[in-house]
């Protein structure tokens, strides 16, 4: 079955980017190795998951209470902090094949754009943890726009604005206002589909509203779901099914 | 608030102890984490800012019963596998759990058997100071097959917590 598409969204963590080469050991071990006290690695470890243990997950953590990690995890010690960020993005790993599909559809005519949860203050582009990804990674140059809660900015020159500012996916928010930007820049919603993880954030909200969904289950495998109409294990797979609008 | 402390208890019969923080409530959840290696990850809620957290090495799956305990009492939280969950190259084995208020009694009848075997007193053992009574509760931990998590001296105050019971 083919999918003729536009445009395609794409989910941010776990999806575009996979976060298997972040593990605590070696972010931490880095850090305070770097710092010239390894004895100190246990301990922040221990903090780190204490903290994870309040908020259940990670994402919710590293996304709402950064502030928080800084003070309870490294006791608000700058240059700690600082290696932090540093280590997380040179251990966040891009998604296999994430690059060759990505040209693949833009060869196809495909408009791609990324839509994630971020919930803090936008800055200028590299400034948040997602634009910095695609900057390093060099995935940038594939997308047209990064939507997130926070808004929505042009990768191409960083300019931001802020209609889609306090949408977001559970709630489906976020897709009731891509319904209608996409709409202005002429994109009807039946060429339009939504690459995710999350059932309840990626999947089931878009498709209520007539996207097409396409499960990613490279990284978590949340089950089949009556919402997803493509399920792909990795992003070349994509090229099978899917097709450019012409 | 008092000492307290947490009595794991495996089906293979092995029994290990761990303090607790004084601000203590109950068990927040249990489950284990699967890569290469598997450790168990054990959550207490805890009026302190962070849950207090317990890292589990011993055969993570195979634990039975969780039993907090404190001078006035002890709970006992009974574990019954709750599913998977695979992200990446990682998979959680979830717990659910029942909660019960619990007695120490298995406990305090062993502790009265051996002093009794022994023919000693609580109240002399927990009169004797330094390495003597180090000695003595020592004993007391082998004869009652208890061991500790990861500080001996966890073991030896859960133990004079018992001989507090019984004095």
Not at chain 1, 46 to 60: A, D, G, T, V, W
Not at chain 2, 9 to 22: H, N, T, Y
Not at chain 2, 57 to 65: G, H, I, N, S, V
């Amino acid at each position: 079955m083919t999918l003729n598409i536009k445009w395609l969204g794409v989910d941010f963590g776990q999806c575009l980017m996979d976060p298997r080469g972040l593990r605590n050991p070696l972010m931490f071990g880095e850090i305070m190795r770097d710092l010239g006290r390894p004895e100190e690695i246990a301990e922040r470890i221990h903090r780190y998951r204490r903290m994870k243990e309040k908020y259940q997950n990670y994402s919710l953590m590293k996304e709402g209470h950064r502030p928080e990690i800084r003070e309870y995890v490294f006791g608000n010690d700058d240059e700690a902090w600082e290696l932090f960020s540093e280590y997380e993005q040179r251990l966040l790993m891009p998604a296999d094949g994430i690059a060759e599909t990505l040209a693949w559809l833009r060869e196809q005519g495909i408009i791609c754009d990324v839509v994630a949860e971020l919930k803090k203050t936008l800055g200028p582009i590299g400034s948040d943890h997602v634009t910095m990804f695609l900057q390093r990674q060099g995935l940038s140059q594939y997308f047209d726009y990064f939507y997130s809660p926070s808004g929505r900015v042009r990768l191409s020159d960083g300019k931001a604005d802020f209609g889609c500012q306090g949408k977001d996916k559970t709630s489906g928010t976020m897709y009731d206002y891509l319904l209608e930007d996409l709409a202005r820049r002429g994109i009807n919603i039946d060429e339009c589909a939504i690459i995710g993880d999350k059932l309840s954030t990626d999947i089931e909200p878009s498709r209520r509203r007539g996207f097409h969904t396409i499960q990613f289950t490279g990284y978590i495998d949340m089950g089949p779901s009556e919402y997803a109409e493509y399920r792909v294990e990795s992003f070349p797979q994509v090229k099978e099914f899917v097709k450019g609008v012409k | 608030m008092g000492q307290k402390y947490v009595l794991l208890r495996w089906k293979d019969g092995i029994q290990e102890v761990s303090a607790l923080a004084p601000e203590a409530k109950g068990l927040l959840r249990y489950y284990t984490i699967v890569r290469i290696e598997e450790y168990g990850r054990l959550a207490v809620d805890s009026d302190e800012d962070y849950p207090e957290l317990i890292i589990i090495d011993r055969k993570p799956r195979e634990l039975a019963e969780i039993v907090l305990v404190e001078d006035c009492g002890a709970k006992q939280y009974v574990l019954t596998p709750a599913g998977e969950h695979r992200e990446g190259g990682r998979t959680d084995h979830r717990f659910d759990f029942t909660e019960a208020e619990c007695g120490l009694d298995d406990l305090v009848s062993q502790i009265q058997e051996v002093l009794r075997n022994r023919n000693k007193g609580a109240k002399a053992i927990l009169k004797m100071s330094g390495k003597q009574k180090i000695s003595e509760l020592e004993e007391i931990r082998r004869t009652m097959k208890l061991r500790t998590l990861t500080e001996e001296a966890d073991v030896l105050g859960f133990i004079e917590m018992l001989l507090t019971r019984v004095a």
